[in-house]
Nanobody, 125 residues
Framework: QVQLVESGGGLVQAGGSLRLSCATS????????MGWYRQAPGKQRGLVAA???????NYADSVKGRFTISRDNAKNTVYLQMNSLKPEDTAVYYC???????????????????WGQGTQVTVSS
């Protein structure tokens, strides 16, 4: 069973930066795609960013130009670099993975079958 372990969340002031990490239990190259989603209290879980095995990326409009998703195959880790953070970025951030290939991009939330436990990101104003 795939295990995804997030780290790097915390409390930061508006305008600051954080880098989230998602370590996988197996080879990251076995995953067709990986992504970051977030969920704020009372809101649905929504896409932050995703990256395919081939390096294609997809971002939510609200984070374009501020967040960057990347993957390090040697470390079996996906990162989310978050800059210029805003209070509205406050949420629990979840790492997601899809193992099997699907001829579709970008992927939807339901296309990801494995999820981490989440890491809290709080941005103070």
């Amino acid at each position: 069973q795939v295990q995804l372990v997030e780290s790097g969340g915390g409390l930061v002031q508006a305008g600051g930066s954080l880098r989230l990490s998602c370590a996988t239990s197996g080879s990251i190259e076995s995953f067709d795609a990986m992504g970051w989603y977030r969920q704020a209290p009372g809101k649905q879980r929504g896409l932050v960013a995703a990256i395919s095995r081939d390096g294609w990326t997809n971002y939510a409009d609200s984070v374009k130009g501020r967040f960057t998703i990347s993957r390090d195959n040697a470390k079996n880790t996906v990162y989310l670099q978050m800059n210029s953070l805003k209070p509205e970025d406050t949420a629990v951030y979840y790492c997601a993975a899809r193992q099997s290939y699907v001829r579709k991009w970008p992927l939807d939330l339901d296309d990801f079958g494995s999820w981490g436990q989440g890491t809290q990101v709080t941005v103070s104003s």
